[in-house]
């Protein structure tokens, strides 16, 4: 960049004119403008893909001064640079967030209208970019716009997946069906393709001891290729790159064989290479272990370093001197080969002394540890590691032989058992580890990594997650945003503690209402949606109770439906009690191998077929599941939200991210004590929560009585009669064994405590539903919710790593 940029002269040397305010008249002109040059059509002949193209590009245009004057500054001031890697960006839609942090909403709006065009319309014509699967892929994108909005300079890595994660149908009687996502069909209008930012990644071969380094010969190898997306920050001041990595073939379509008639053979290297960047592994906490993964994890780590070191020895000439420079985020263990593969280009490429390599390596790099499941702490078989990266096994293998000579009373190993532990290895080479909520980074230190951090103390800090206010709040809910706009003035938008400053209007009985109807309009805005696209009415008027995450029993959606049952017989059995109306709403992705999260899916979908149809019920109950939920999806549901459901098994969900979502949006939780719950109940108070279930310890207790979900099931007629109904057919046209799985799970194992926590829950739930009754004092409840959770905005949690762990001052 510095070399090539300077020397043909490309750098705004001042201000251009780019940065000056554009009306919807300049803005109209650049969109016709790229309408004819770049879409080549004339306004009457645009389809609805090329205006939203056009608009893109016009948009685009805008965000290239600020990311180059970034650029500039950085190199200008020789700053350090924060470099994200992580296999997951869940980015979702990109244009409106663009348009908003330029200040181009009402000109766009505008524009596009003059145009002839529906303005949401031209914005939902975006795929949504859905490479990654859940939370923490979720977070990373939010962390890209926080360090944008802060002006810190960063690069976010990680892999251009062809194809995003799975569409999800219910085609088949409720069952989830999977199909290919194609994001990429259509043009990708953010991105810069830059065919000379490429890396050969090699895997397998030889290697060939060289004294103190070594010559590493791979066998097989691939191009990886730079994709580059503008990241701009709130009101445009700073931008920066999202740099993804393509994985090509290096050689060329073999012509040899195409000619002699063998097509498939000819286009066999070029699919071989590709499949690296072909598909997001579609598997959240669960369970995998692939060699393709493995691959992908090293394409994309080893290009990154690559590029830093690159990007390091155009402007140094001493290594010693890259954790000044350099800090590398290792987003889980997804990119833990960072460290070997950092420590192997110190010592094979630059001869620097192993040990220098390894404590240089590791003052550049951080690890976040995202989930304490021991079926998501990644490990690889050794033969697997030394067949793929046979000098990064020596290297791993070596690390490992000088940390057990320094701490030699200690019995903590990298490689244990023909495995590779990679959360072993990330702790050991990286100068600080964080958990992200409070509760979870002390299980961090009393469980997997208790040894090692009685052998580090102080390497183990905690960085609680956050979310980014502008797509959240301001982009999902602008509703909302103008009533805290005229209730405390501008600003917020990156100053999110302000919102406690709306605590004292509160009090205040037009305020509330006037928060009430913002609710009760996101609402019927859902329940059209909903009717729509699902032909389900939904009454605007009862409690929106939403639950939207990956399904997974530790996340406990089965909790939820067997509530639902037994609130269902419950209202069946006493129609006129007076209940209080509710739409239970799920959404939520499995993972395709994930044989009982699909069972809870497919249960589900039963049960809300059967109890829709239910006439006596129909006012008060109702179950509604829309397919394919996604990051537009949760835009759509969160700000229309009474209450979210965060009833995950204590000490099992890190941190959670939607529960700040639906917090800050006025919604009121009921939730467990379990990841940033906890620190979300401490800040809005226990008044203003439903709490619920056993504490962390008191499940690890509970699980010492071998029946106690037998013992929880006798001691609760609701609970007994719920899964009885399901035993019994209720919900499968008669058949009683399609929840067999699943109910002898609960009766027998029940490791996640559904039924130990479910007469605990149910209280809840009728101490939620009196609340509701109370639509005033709810109201009340729901404002201070925005009120007081702020400190989740996804700055705070930037300023928190940047000072904790990156050693970084922001450049504005
Ligand atoms: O609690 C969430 C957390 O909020 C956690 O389950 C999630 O990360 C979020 C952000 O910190 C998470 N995802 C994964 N592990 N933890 C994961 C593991 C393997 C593959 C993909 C994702």
Same mark, same amino acid.
């Given at each position: 960049?510095k070399?090539?940029?300077?020397?043909?002269?490309w750098?705004?040397?001042?201000i251009?004119k780019e940065?000056?305010?554009?009306?919807s008249?300049?803005?109209?002109?650049?969109?016709l403008?790229?309408?004819?040059?770049?879409?080549?059509?004339?306004l009457?002949?645009?389809?609805?893909?090329?205006?939203?193209?056009?608009l893109t590009?016009?948009?685009?245009d805008r965000?290239?001064?600020?990311?180059?004057?970034?650029?500039?500054?950085?190199?200008?001031a /020789?700053?350090?640079?924060?470099?994200?890697l992580?296999?997951? +960006?869940?980015?979702?839609?990109?244009?409106?967030d663009?348009?908003?942090?330029?200040?181009?909403?009402?000109?766009?709006?505008?524009?596009?209208a003059?145009l002839?065009?529906? +303005?949401e319309?031209?914005?939902?014509d975006?795929?949504?970019?859905?490479?990654?699967?859940?939370g923490?892929?979720?977070l990373a994108?939010c +962390?890209?716009d926080?360090?944008?909005t802060?002006g810190?300079?960063?690069?976010?890595y990680g892999?251009?997946?062809?194809?995003g994660?799975?569409?999800?149908?219910?085609?088949?009687?409720g069952?989830?069906?999977?199909?290919?996502?194609d994001?990429?069909?259509?043009?990708?209008?953010?991105?810069?393709?830059?065919?000379?930012?490429?890396f050969?990644?090699?895997?397998?071969?030889?290697v060939a001891?060289?004294?103190?380094?070594?010559?590493?010969?791979p066998?097989?190898a691939?191009?990886?290729?730079a994709?580059?997306?503008?990241?701009?920050?709130?009101q445009?001041?700073?931008?920066?790159?999202?740099r993804?990595?393509?994985?090509?073939?290096?050689?060329?379509?073999?012509l040899?064989?195409?000619?002699?008639g063998?097509?498939?053979?000819a286009?066999a290297?070029?699919?071989l290479?590709?499949?690296i960047s072909?598909v997001l592994?579609?598997?959240?906490?669960?369970?995998?272990?692939?060699?393709l993964?493995?691959?992908?994890?090293? +394409?994309?780590?080893?290009?990154?370093?690559?590029?830093i070191?690159?990007?390091?020895?155009?402007?140094?000439?001493?290594?010693?001197?890259?954790?000044? &420079?350099v800090?590398? /985020?290792?987003?889980d263990t997804?990119?833990?080969?960072?460290?070997?593969e950092?420590? &192997?280009?110190?010592?094979?490429?630059?001869?620097m002394?192993?040990?220098?390599?390894?404590?240089?390596?590791?003052?550049c790099?951080?690890?976040?540890?995202?989930?304490?499941?021991?079926?998501?702490?990644e490990?690889?078989?050794?033969?697997?590691?030394? &067949?793929?990266?046979?000098?990064?096994?020596?290297?791993?293998?070596?690390i490992?032989?000088?940390?057990?000579?320094?701490?030699?009373k200690?019995? #903590?190993?990298? #490689?244990?058992?023909?495995? =590779?532990?990679m959360g072993?290895?990330?702790?050991?080479m990286?100068?600080k580890?964080n958990g992200?909520?409070?509760l979870?980074?002390?299980?961090v230190?009393?469980?997997?990594?208790?040894?090692?951090?009685a052998?580090?103390?102080?390497?183990?800090v905690?960085?609680?997650?956050? =979310?980014?206010?502008?797509?959240?709040?301001?982009?999902a809910?602008?509703?909302?945003?103008?009533?805290?706009?005229?209730?405390?003035?501008?600003?917020?938008?990156d100053?999110?503690?302000?919102?406690?400053?709306?605590?004292?209007?509160?009090?205040d009985?037009?305020?509330?209402n006037?928060?009430?109807?913002?609710?009760a309009r996101?609402?019927?805005?859902?329940?059209d949606?909903?009717?729509?696209?699902?032909?389900?009415?939904? @009454?605007?008027?009862?409690?929106?109770?939403?639950?939207?995450?990956?399904?997974?029993?530790?996340?406990?959606?089965?909790?939820?439906?067997?509530?639902?049952?037994?609130?269902?017989?419950?209202?069946?059995? @006493?129609?006129g009690a007076?209940?209080?109306?509710?739409?239970?709403?799920?959404?939520?992705?499995?993972?395709?191998?994930?044989?009982?999260?699909?069972?809870?899916?497919?249960?589900?979908?039963?049960?809300?077929?059967v109890?829709?149809?239910?006439?006596?019920?129909?006012?008060?109950?109702?179950?509604?599941?829309?397919?394919?939920y996604? #990051?537009?999806?949760a835009?759509r549901?969160?700000?229309?939200?009474d209450?979210s459901?965060?009833?995950?098994?204590?000490?099992?969900?890190?941190?959670?991210?939607?529960?700040?979502?639906?917090s800050?949006?006025?919604?009121?939780?009921?939730?467990?004590?379990?990841?940033?719950?906890?620190?979300i109940?401490?800040?809005?108070?226990?008044?203003?929560?439903?709490?619920?279930?056993?504490?962390?310890?008191?499940?690890?207790?509970?699980?010492k009585?071998?029946?106690?979900a037998?013992?929880?099931i006798k001691?609760?007629?609701?609970?007994?009669?719920?899964?009885?109904?399901?035993?019994a057919?209720?919900?499968?046209?008669g058949?009683?064994?399609?929840?067999?799985?699943?109910?002898?799970n609960?009766?027998?194992?029940?490791?996640?405590?559904?039924c130990?926590?479910?007469?605990?829950?149910?209280?809840?739930?009728?101490?939620?539903?009196?609340?509701?009754?109370?639509?005033?004092n709810?109201?009340?409840?729901a404002?201070?919710n925005?009120?007081?959770?702020?400190?989740?905005s996804?700055?705070?949690?930037i300023?928190?790593?940047?000072?904790?762990?990156?050693?970084i001052t922001?450049m504005i």
């Amino acid at each position: 960049e510095k070399g090539t940029s300077a020397q043909s002269g490309w750098y705004p040397t001042k201000i251009s004119k780019e940065t000056l305010p554009m009306d919807s008249t300049e803005l109209r002109q650049s969109i016709l403008k790229h309408l004819e040059f770049s879409m080549g059509k004339d306004l009457v002949h645009a389809s609805l893909y090329d205006m939203r193209m056009a608009l893109t590009l016009a948009v685009r245009d805008r965000v290239i001064e600020p990311w180059f004057r970034a650029t500039r500054a950085t190199y200008a001031a /020789q700053s350090k640079r924060v470099y994200y890697l992580s296999m997951e +960006f869940l980015i979702g839609r990109l244009l409106e967030d663009a348009i908003m942090n330029v200040g181009l909403t009402e000109a766009a709006h505008e524009a596009v209208a003059g145009l002839g065009f529906d +303005f949401e319309t031209v914005l939902a014509d975006e795929p949504d970019a859905a490479l990654g699967n859940g939370g923490l892929g979720r977070l990373a994108a939010c +962390f890209l716009d926080s360090m944008s909005t802060l002006g810190c300079p960063a690069y976010g890595y990680g892999i251009r997946y062809e194809h995003g994660l799975f569409r999800q149908s219910f085609a088949q009687d409720g069952r989830q069906v999977e199909t290919a996502e194609d994001w990429l069909r259509q043009a990708h209008g953010w991105e810069f393709e830059r065919p000379e930012a490429s890396f050969r990644i090699g895997f397998g071969g030889s290697v060939a001891e060289n004294g103190r380094t070594a010559i590493w010969t791979p066998e097989d190898a691939v191009l990886a290729k730079a994709y580059d997306t503008p990241i701009v920050g709130w009101q445009g001041k700073w931008a920066n790159t999202l740099r993804l990595w393509g994985a090509e073939a290096l050689t060329a379509f073999d012509l040899a064989a195409f000619n002699k008639g063998d097509f498939t053979a000819a286009a066999a290297p070029e699919a071989l290479a590709r499949t690296i960047s072909r598909v997001l592994y579609p598997d959240d906490t669960t369970e995998q272990g692939k060699e393709l993964r493995l691959k992908q994890e090293f +394409f994309f780590t080893a290009a990154s370093i690559r590029d830093i070191l690159r990007r390091f020895n155009a402007e140094h000439s001493d290594l010693s001197g890259l954790p000044s &420079r350099v800090a590398i /985020q290792m987003n889980d263990t997804h990119p833990a080969i960072a460290g070997p593969e950092l420590v &192997r280009a110190l010592v094979d490429e630059s001869g620097m002394e192993f040990d220098t390599a390894v404590e240089t390596a590791r003052a550049c790099l951080g690890y976040t540890n995202h989930t304490l499941m021991p079926e998501a702490l990644e490990r690889w078989p050794e033969e697997l590691m030394s &067949r793929v990266l046979p000098r990064h096994m020596q290297i791993i293998e070596r690390i490992d032989e000088s940390h057990a000579k320094a701490h030699p009373k200690r019995n #903590v190993s990298i #490689v244990e058992n023909g495995e =590779v532990k990679m959360g072993e290895l990330s702790f050991i080479m990286a100068n600080k580890v964080n958990g992200v909520s409070a509760l979870h980074t002390e299980l961090v230190k009393d469980t997997v990594f208790a040894e090692l951090n009685a052998l580090h103390p102080g390497r183990i800090v905690n960085e609680t997650n956050g =979310v980014t206010p502008r797509r959240w709040i301001k982009g999902a809910n602008p509703r909302l945003s103008s009533l805290i706009t005229d209730t405390i003035g501008a600003g917020w938008e990156d100053r999110l503690e302000r919102l406690v400053e709306l605590e004292p209007a509160i009090a205040d009985k037009g305020f509330r209402n006037q928060f009430a109807e913002i609710k009760a309009r996101n609402k019927r805005d859902l329940a059209d949606w909903i009717e729509r696209d699902m032909g389900i009415a939904v @009454n605007p008027a009862a409690m929106f109770d939403v639950q939207i995450k990956r399904f997974h029993e530790y996340k406990r959606q089965h909790l939820n439906i067997l509530e639902t049952i037994a609130l269902w017989q419950e209202i069946r059995a @006493n129609p006129g009690a007076g209940w209080a109306p509710r739409v239970k709403i799920f959404g939520g992705k499995a993972a395709p191998g994930y044989v009982m999260a699909k069972e809870i899916i497919h249960l589900i979908n039963n049960v809300a077929r059967v109890i829709n149809a239910d006439t006596t019920t129909r006012d008060v109950l109702t179950v509604v599941y829309p397919p394919n939920y996604n #990051v537009t999806m949760a835009e759509r549901l969160i700000p229309a939200s009474d209450l979210s459901e965060q009833i995950s098994t204590a000490g099992k969900e890190a941190s959670g991210t939607g529960n700040m979502k639906f917090s800050l949006n006025g919604a009121l939780t009921i939730g467990t004590l379990d990841g940033a719950n906890v620190e979300i109940r401490d800040l809005v108070g226990p008044e203003n929560f439903f709490l619920f279930g056993m504490t962390a310890s008191e499940v690890v207790e509970c699980r010492k009585t071998p029946d106690h979900a037998a013992r929880a099931i006798k001691a609760s007629n609701r609970l007994g009669a719920a899964i009885e109904m399901i035993e019994a057919g209720a919900f499968s046209n008669g058949d009683t064994e399609m929840y067999h799985g699943l109910t002898q799970n609960l009766r027998g194992h029940d490791y996640f405590t559904v039924c130990a926590d479910f007469d605990s829950y149910w209280d809840a739930q009728r101490r939620v539903d009196a609340a509701w009754g109370d639509q005033d004092n709810w109201t009340r409840m729901a404002a201070i919710n925005t009120a007081r959770t702020g400190w989740f905005s996804s700055d705070r949690t930037i300023q928190g790593y940047m000072a904790d762990v990156w050693k970084i001052t922001p450049m504005i």
